[in-house]
Nanobody, 119 residues
Framework: QVQLVESGGGLVQAGGSLRLSCAVSGRTFSSYRMAWFRQAPGKEREFVARISRNGDSTFYADSVKGRFTISRDNAKNTVYLQMNSLNPEDTAVYYC????????????WGQGTLVTVSA
């Protein structure tokens, strides 16, 4: 079983920055394609960003493109989400996810970390 644990959430003012971390235990971290999702109050869960196994390819939702950066450190079994220029619309629970195969549903999920952006 693969365990994902998010951290780094909290309260921040509009225009500020946060960095989320996702620590992965079990199996071989470098084999997994990683992603971040988020779920705002009263809304469905949505895709935020994804990164390839070796970190050489990334993709972002239009809503965060240019503001968020996903990265990974395979030596530390950790994936990150650097969030800049935050606005209240970014308020959500952020989830880390992992999958072995591109184009398939994500197999493993963390419990989430809450990000609240005040106006």
């Amino acid at each position: 079983q693969v365990q994902l644990v998010e951290s780094g959430g909290g309260l921040v003012q509009a225009g500020g920055s946060l960095r989320l971390s996702c620590a992965v235990s079990g199996r071989t971290f470098s084999s997994y394609r990683m992603a971040w999702f988020r779920q705002a109050p009263g809304k469905e869960r949505e895709f935020v960003a994804r990164i390839s196994r070796n970190g050489d390819s990334t993709f972002y939702a239009d809503s965060v493109k240019g503001r968020f950066t996903i990265s990974r450190d395979n030596a530390k079994n950790t994936v990150y989400l650097q969030m800049n220029s935050l606005n209240p619309e970014d308020t959500a629970v952020y989830y880390c996810a992992a999958r072995l195969q591109f184009g398939t549903p994500y197999d493993y999920w963390g419990q989430g970390t809450l990000v609240t952006v005040s106006a």
